[in-house]
């Protein structure tokens, strides 16, 4: 089985300032079609989630360029360049890969 | 606009049952793959389900696998998840969600399924 690692479970920013979160993965997340199935998710309080990047990289509609993500193979990590107010929730990694698995979440609170 | 709305859930007891609907409007439903996915409370989310857009290929979390049964009509544009043999772990709220392997451009706004006697 895969082994998912999503750190750190919980982030205390100062507004303006970065974050990151990184998913870590016992196995590559290259499918056999060669994309690589590695998506973020944003769950404010009270709301369904959202998605904010797919295929590792890429910014869903409406998301704020101060969100971006990266990685290859089995490392991959969230940034958020500057927090604002409005970022506060869970953030989710989630695997297409494999086994459609979600990461643990991290808190994201304001300091 | 794109609308992905739930409906069917409930309190029922241990071992009863349920069936959840999810209304799609607003895309191509017929061409995509579609996902259940499951959030028990305070907790975080956990994929349950899946359906491939030609509605016979379906897929499984271990833990609903002969329990839990997917499937879509195309011709209503609506996703459905029956749910038998539920279980107090089962207890959570139920989002519809479209793709697969990307999946979550779209969610729904979910639907509360509570199994307790």
């Known amino acids: 089985d895969v082994v998912m690692t999503q750190s750190p479970l919980s982030l205390s920013v100062t507004l303006g300032q970065p974050a990151s979160i990184s998913c870590r993965f016992s196995?590559?997340?290259?499918?056999?079609?060669?994309?690589?199935?590695l998506n973020w998710f944003q769950q404010r309080p009270g709301q369904s989630p959202r998605r904010l990047i797919y295929m590792v990289s890429n910014r869903d509609s409406g998301v704020p360029d101060r969100f971006s993500g990266s990685g290859s193979g089995t490392d991959f990590t969230l940034k958020i360049s500057r927090v604002e107010a409005e970022d506060v929730g869970v953030y989710y990694c989630?695997?297409?890969?494999?086994?459609?698995?979600f990461g643990q979440g991290t808190n994201l609170e304001i300091k | 606009e794109v609308q992905l709305v739930e409906s069917g859930g409930g309190l029922v007891q241990p071992g009863g049952s349920l069936r959840l609907s999810c209304a799609a409007s607003?895309?191509?439903?017929?061409?995509?793959?579609m996902s259940w996915v499951r959030q028990a409370p305070g907790k975080g989310l956990e994929w349950v389900s899946a359906v491939r857009a030609n509605g016979v290929d379906t897929f499984y979390t271990d833990s609903v696998k002969g329990r839990f049964s997917i499937s879509r009509d195309n011709f209503k544009n609506t996703l459905y998840l029956q749910m038998n043999s539920l279980r107090a772990e089962d207890t959570a709220i139920y989002y519809c969600?479209?793709?697969?392997?990307?999946?979550?451009?779209?969610w729904g706004q979910g639907v509360l399924v509570t199994v307790s006697s």
């Open positions: 607003g895309f191509t439903f017929t061409i995509y793959d």
């Open positions: 969600a479209k793709g697969l392997r990307a999946l979550g451009e779209y």
């Open positions: 196995q590559s997340l290259v499918y056999s079609d060669g994309n690589t199935y």
């Open positions: 989630m695997e297409g890969t494999h086994l459609y698995t």
